[in-house]
């Protein structure tokens, strides 16, 4: 059975850093896609970066491009989202998906097939 666990979220200052984990287990995790999304409240869930099963190709979105990096160790079956340069409106519950289509990275939340539970991260003004 497929568990993915986020960690690291919290409170930041603006301008400030986080820098959040997901661990997955049950799953060959060197094969696959991984993603980022978020979700505030009252909002549709959102991308935020994708990371291919190799690390070599990520995507983001354009608000958090330059900002963002989204990093993946397939020996540890984890994949990283730092997150630098924070924004009030960067505040959402952060989601890490993984995406079994053996295909390139997707932006599409309809395409990854497991989700963890998500961490909360909170940036003050």
């Known amino acids: 059975q497929v568990h993915l666990v986020e960690s690291g979220g919290g409170l930041v200052q603006g301008g400030g850093s986080l820098r959040l984990s997901c661990a997955a287990s049950?799953?060959?995790?060197?094969?696959?896609?991984m993603g980022w999304f978020r979700q505030a409240p009252g909002k549709d869930r959102e991308f935020v970066a994708a990371i291919s099963w190799s690390g070599v190709t990520t995507d983001y979105a354009d608000s958090v491009k330059g900002r963002f990096t989204i990093s993946r160790d397939n020996a540890k079956n984890m994949v990283d989202l730092q997150m630098n340069s924070l924004k009030s409106e960067d505040t959402a519950v952060y989601y890490c998906?993984?995406?079994?289509?053996?295909?390139?990275?997707?932006?599409?939340?309809?395409?990854?097939?497991?989700w963890g539970q998500g961490t909360q991260v909170t940036v003050s003004s």
């Open positions: 049950g799953v060959t995790f060197s094969r696959y896609a």
């Open positions: 998906a993984l995406d079994r289509r053996f295909a390139g990275t997707s932006l599409d939340p309809n395409e990854y097939e497991y």
